[in-house]
Nanobody
Framework: QVRLVESGGGLVQPGGSLRLSCVASGSSFSDLAITWYRQVPGKSREWVAMITRGAYSNYADSVKGRFTISRDDVRNTVYLQMDNLKPEDTAVYYC?????????WGQGTQVTVSS
């Protein structure tokens, strides 16, 4: 069983920055691939970014050049650095872990971009 806890969300003005964290426990962190998703009410979850066990990363076109995903295998944490935030980035952000064929979700953290 893998437990994921997200943090770092909040209210920020357009153009501002936030850094989200996803801390994993219950498994060898280096075995996990991690993705970030986001969801707004009434819409399905949208894939945002991913990082593999070998630290290969990829991004949705909507965030490419503004968001950076990274991992710290010592702290069992994946980060999502979000810069130049836009109102359309407002959502609940979730991290998802992949361990073989198993997947695990965190509880989410709210990000609100508004002036």
């Amino acid at each position: 069983q893998v437990r994921l806890v997200e943090s770092g969300g909040g209210l920020v003005q357009p153009g501002g920055s936030l850094r989200l964290s996803c801390v994993a426990s219950g498994s060898s962190f280096s075995d996990l691939a991690i993705t970030w998703y986001r969801q707004v009410p009434g819409k399905s979850r949208e894939w945002v970014a991913m990082i593999t066990r070998g630290a290969y990363s990829n991004y949705a076109d909507s965030v490419k050049g503004r968001f950076t995903i990274s991992r710290d295998d010592v702290r069992n944490t994946v980060y999502l650095q979000m810069d130049n935030l836009k109102p359309e980035d407002t959502a609940v952000y979730y991290c998802k872990a992949y361990l073989g064929t198993l997947t695990y979700w965190g509880q989410g953290t709210q990000v609100t971009v508004s002036s």
